[in-house]
């Protein structure tokens, strides 16, 4: 099993930024994918941003292209969610998420593994 534990989310005006962490625990991969999701209330959960951790190549939703940034921690296993310029609409419990292999994908139900989340809330 892999233990998935973020922190860093808050309240925070429109404009402003936070930064997300998530560290992995427990079971290891020779090749792995980890992932940020969203779910606001009453909509699905979607993709935010994901690394291959082997090769630190990053993706991103286009929604949040350009303001938000993924990156590893010199840490094993932890990665961040810088995020700038939010907006109202970022407003969301956000999850850190990993998957086993090098293929990354956007579709939540091929990740393995899933933290308890963090609350997101950025005022108008």
């Known amino acids: 099993q892999v233990q998935l534990v973020e922190s860093g989310g808050g309240l925070v005006q429109a404009g402003g930024s936070l930064r997300l962490s998530c560290a992995a625990s427990g079971r290891t991969f020779s090749e792995y994918t980890m992932g940020w999701f969203r779910q606001a209330p009453g909509k699905e959960r979607e993709f935010v941003a994901a690394?291959?951790?082997?090769?630190?190549?990053?993706y991103y939703a286009d929604s949040v292209k350009g303001r938000f940034t993924i990156s590893r921690g010199n840490a094993q296993r932890t990665i961040y969610l810088e995020m700038n310029s939010l907006k109202p609409e970022d407003t969301a419990v956000y999850y850190c998420?990993?998957?086993?292999?090098?293929?990354?994908?956007?579709?939540?139900?091929?990740?393995?593994?899933w933290g308890q989340g963090t609350q997101v809330t950025v005022s108008s």
């Open positions: 998420a990993q998957r086993g292999g090098s293929y990354v994908t956007t579709n939540s139900r091929q990740y393995d593994y």
């Open positions: 690394i291959r951790w082997s090769e630190d190549s990053t």
